[in-house]
């Protein structure tokens, strides 16, 4: 290994007390190849093995809570012990050599799928109407019930103990890309009128749920991590400042890492007092030491990896880079950089050692990534 590409393999240590082996995380990546009632298929073992081999941390695709929340065809379910069989396989190869392995728990909130969810029903904070993943038409979701928020709660909290049950080392909150924890943050989805127009109410009440259910059920290295969004497009969508007070809250809160989500590590903020300044250093800067920060977005070379690390975060999460290639940090570990596999190839005999459903979707172009034949 070249000496410049050593600080992406010293090993960190949580809050909670756990060592991670490196700065290398595999970011939770939809892959659309669970069976359809959610539970673990045989194809993505081998899929989730190779990708977690060299990682520090390796989590899994987003995960469904509660039925309603199921918002991609062949996503993996946490909602029922009857998930726990085949969740247990997935975590046995997933921390087989040596990363730790957390699944991420998810409600899809307005992005759920009418054809995937009890009778067609869509709930979200307030009443809107969108398209989701693969939709062509819009779909409408109802103001989801007081009941039903209190019931969402305890679900996280439920899918929490059943990740504990089939051995997985922790789990990673889903407050992301529009689901539905970002949708209570968000002033363009969330436009109550009672109790959770608060912003802030229902991603700590998750996390507090959380937290209870790791206490009660787990030893004290399971490990809580919080994925979020910084920004949004919609209007009024989520800013830099609101975000600032989200993660005033969320660092005071037990958890062991936080993950900013993003397309591009290094982009930068579209507006207001924060304006053309790099999100990432602005958000390591705010959360200010007291939880490590993952940074994610279009690194596909050693040398992208080396240039996210220094922005100050503490780990660096690999999607479409660790799906095109599966040994990218082996080779870098070998020394083997130039044989790195940095461009979808649809000509490829082993097909990226991708599963088949996910395979046809890079072919068709559904994902944006760096493309031999440039369609």
Known sequence: MEKKYETLFTEYTLPNGVAIRNRFVLAPLTHISSNDDG?????????MEKRSKDVGISITAASNVTDLGKAFPGQPSVAHDSDIPGLKKLADVMKKNGAKALVQIHHGGAQSLPNLTPG??????SPVDLKSFGQKEEHHAR????DEIRETIKAFGEATRRAIEAGFDGVEIHGANHYLIHQFVSPYYNRRDDEWKD???FPLEVVESVVAAAEKYADKD????YRFSPEEAEEPGIRMELTKELLE?????PLDYLHASLFDIHSKTREGQYKDKERIKL??????GKMPLIGIGSIFTPEDALS???????FIALGRELLLDPRFIEKIKDGKTDEIISYFDPTREDKHELPPNLWKQFDQGFYPLPRKDDK
Do not use: C, M, S
């Open 199 to 201: 912003p802030f109410k």
């Open 143 to 146: 103001e989801i019930t007081p």
């Open 39 to 47: 539970t673990i298929a045989d194809v993505e073992l081998p899929y």
């Open 120 to 125: 067609g029903d869509v709930a979200a904070p």
């Open 308 to 314: 996210a690390l220094e922005t100050g975060v503490e």
């Open 283 to 288: 958000l390591h800067e705010w959360i200010g």
């Open 249 to 253: 809250h969320l660092r005071e809160q």
């Open 222 to 225: 399971f490990i809580i991590g």
